[in-house]
């Protein structure tokens, strides 16, 4: 971990807090909202650490503690009305993300805060999960006729969709990387036993050997980073959780095999060691190196990564940090489509001006 980043330090060991003064206290609030990660930070401090926290940072805390608490009764029913919405198709719902860890009970979501749900279901039966979702109130966006193309037929989801009276937003996918990408992921094998979650007849979640391929993927695919680092410790949190459950470790190489996520897995591997100084069993750690990448690759994504996988506060910008993040989004669009496809998608953006209603869609998206 870099020594600047007193938001890593705070969460890998929260006892650090106690010797803070006034100033490194700002920093460190500063850092986790805009590392989106200052409810974890919060959650980390209780119970009786919060009490010993001074009055101004404390406020801070309490307050991210109470969205962490509004959101998870918020996602629940949510999900609830996602689950009812669609009970009528018979389609088994997974979730992804955010409302996956909250549903499925797991350290991950403790603190967390993200704006939509996402969810899974098979590409075959999209269009009729959408024309449920809209008899219920959720409605499309991107109405632009390339962009509705770009979707429907390159992408790995359909236009996200707005709630009309809730305000709530929800992504459907019907694979977890977009159809052009350089990976071909087996969709197939994914949606394969997908867990139950109690109460629902309808909402599943991915095993968790799957979960954490998924997670490793979105991150490592991901243009934006500013939630990159926030994304990184969900990886260390499953990490950690899963690898007590017997025979995790043992299915996760195998399993990468099988998707055709076996870089992504390598990358949350090595990153999750250097940063966060995650755990693994030697073994893992020895047959891993069959799947990393050639030497001059992996040296350029460490630079990057170990630049843009930190706060996005002026107080974490080191030499090259904007240079970093700059290439990560290049590269996030070079493996998401083929040159021709890409060129093409980007000339259009750029001479574009977005539609009113995007524009609105984006201003009015809030937590869950």
Not at 216 to 243: C, I, P, V
Not at 269 to 278: E, M, R
């Amino acid at each position: 971990m870099h020594p600047t980043d007193i938001v890593v330090r705070a969460l890998y060991e929260p006892r650090v807090t106690a010797s803070l003064d006034t100033a490194q206290w700002d920093l460190l609030i500063r850092q986790a909202r805009r590392a989106n990660l200052l409810g974890k930070l919060a959650f980390q401090l209780l119970p009786e650490g919060l009490a010993l926290v001074p009055k101004s940072p404390q406020a801070h805390l309490v307050s991210a503690l109470k969205m962490a608490d509004r959101q998870d009764l918020a996602i629940r029913w949510e999900v609830s009305c996602i689950s009812d919405a669609l009970l009528g198709s018979g389609v088994k719902v997974i979730l992804l993300k955010g409302a996956a860890y909250v549903m499925a009970g797991l350290p991950t979501s403790r603190g967390r805060t993200f704006s939509d749900v996402d969810i899974l279901v098979p590409k075959e039966r999209i269009c009729e999960v959408e024309s449920a979702l809209m008899i219920h109130g959720w409605q499309g966006s991107h109405h632009d006729e390339y962009d509705q193309r770009y979707y429907r037929e390159w992408m790995h989801e359909i236009p996200p969709m707005l709630h009309v009276r809730r305000g709530t937003n929800i992504d459907v996918h019907h694979t977890i990387l977009p159809e052009t990408a350089r990976i071909r992921v087996n969709t197939t094998a994914l949606l394969e036993d997908p867990v139950p979650i109690a109460g629902f007849d309808n909402i599943f979640v991915l095993k968790p050997v799957d979960m954490v391929l998924h997670s490793a993927t979105h991150l490592f695919h991901e243009g934006e980073l500013d939630n990159g680092l926030r994304d990184l410790f969900d990886l260390d949190s499953m990490f950690r959780h899963f690898g007590d459950k017997d025979g995790f470790w043992s299915k996760l190489l195998p399993r990468a095999r099988e998707l055709g996520l076996e870089r992504p897995l390598y990358y949350a591997v090595f990153f999750s060691v250097k940063i966060l100084d995650t755990p693994f069993p030697e073994t893992l750690v020895r047959d891993i190196k069959s799947i990393s990448p050639p030497k001059v690759v992996m040296w350029l994504m460490q630079l990057c990564y170990t630049r843009a996988l930190r706060p996005n506060h002026a107080s974490c910008d080191s030499r090259g940090s904007w240079l970093a993040r700059k290439a990560l989004y290049i590269r996030s669009h070079w493996i998401r489509m083929p040159v021709f496809m890409l060129t093409r998608h980007l000339v259009h953006k750029a001479m574009t001006r977005p539609g009113k209603y995007d524009a609105e869609v984006s201003i009015e998206r809030q937590p869950v």
